[in-house]
T-cell receptor
Framework: DVKVTQSSRYLVKRTGEKVFLECVQDMDHENMFWYRQDPGLGLRLIYF???????EKGDIPEGYSVSREKKERFSLILESASTNQTSMYLC??????????????FGQGTRLTVV | GENVEQHPSTLSVQEGDSAVIKCTYS??????FPWYKQELGKGPQLIIDIRSNVGEKKDQRIAVTLNKTAKHFSLHITETQPEDSAVYFCAASLRAGNMLTFGGGTRLMVKP
């Protein structure tokens, strides 16, 4: 079974702190994603990565950056946390199979509270 | 870019009844439409998907229908059970694209 593991289930950080959310997948997937989940808004894409050191902005990248130094690891960075970044963060991965869409596998989520 | 709208946002049914969740999408080039189920405290998990060359797909009590002309697709759950209670998300993806655009989610509650 594919496993996508997020380093923390719950985090509480102070405004202005630099925050790192880590995600590791064990199936050698090329594509990895960070989504933010808020009630009524569904899942909104923050950043995604096609391969090591490759990254693309999603729909809501402001205030975030990412790092992918190794294929299995994709990190989301909040440069200076703000209260409006309090949310559930979900990491996902997908295998790249030519032009065919494939299943996305999600981690269990990190609930971040910024105080 | 793609925009996906999902209705209703909450749905309450009696055990044994059917549940229907509907989604519309904006980009006619989208060709992949998965449905994800998110149980409490867990990440979303794929339950069924449909591609644009198919109008309907079934898997036991779950079915998905796709109307490409009208740009909408629906999830049908028959004989609902309490364990079907969860948040359901629809999504759409462009041909050869790697991004999924999700709907706003539907909280389904099945009353015993």
């Amino acid at each position: 079974d594919v496993k996508v593991t997020q380093s923390s289930r719950y985090l509480v950080k102070r405004t202005g702190e630099k925050v790192f959310l880590e995600c590791v997948q064990d199936m050698d997937h090329e594509n990895m994603f960070w989504y933010r989940q808020d009630p009524g808004l569904g899942l909104r894409l923050i950043y995604f990565s096609y391969d090591v050191k490759m990254k693309e902005k999603g729909d809501i990248p402001e205030g975030y950056s990412v790092s992918r130094e190794k294929k299995e690891r994709f990190s989301l960075i909040l440069e200076s946390a703000s209260t409006n970044q309090t949310s559930m963060y979900l990491c996902a991965s997908r295998v790249l199979r030519g032009a065919m869409n494939t299943e996305a596998f999600f981690g269990q989520g990190t609930r971040l509270t910024v105080v | 870019g793609e925009n996906v709208e999902q209705h209703p946002s909450t749905l309450s049914v009696q055990e044994g009844d059917s549940a229907v969740i509907k989604c519309t999408y904006s980009d006619s080039a989208s060709n992949y439409f998965p449905w994800y189920k998110q149980e409490l405290g867990k990440g979303p998990q794929l339950i069924i998907d449909i591609r644009s060359n198919v109008g309907e797909k079934k898997d036991q009590r779950i079915a998905v229908t796709l109307n490409k002309t009208a740009k909408h697709f629906s999830l049908h759950i028959t004989e609902t059970q309490p364990e079907d209670s969860a948040v359901y998300f629809c999504a759409a993806s462009l041909r050869a694209g790697n991004m999924l655009t999700f709907g706003g989610g539907t909280r389904l509650m099945v009353k015993p």
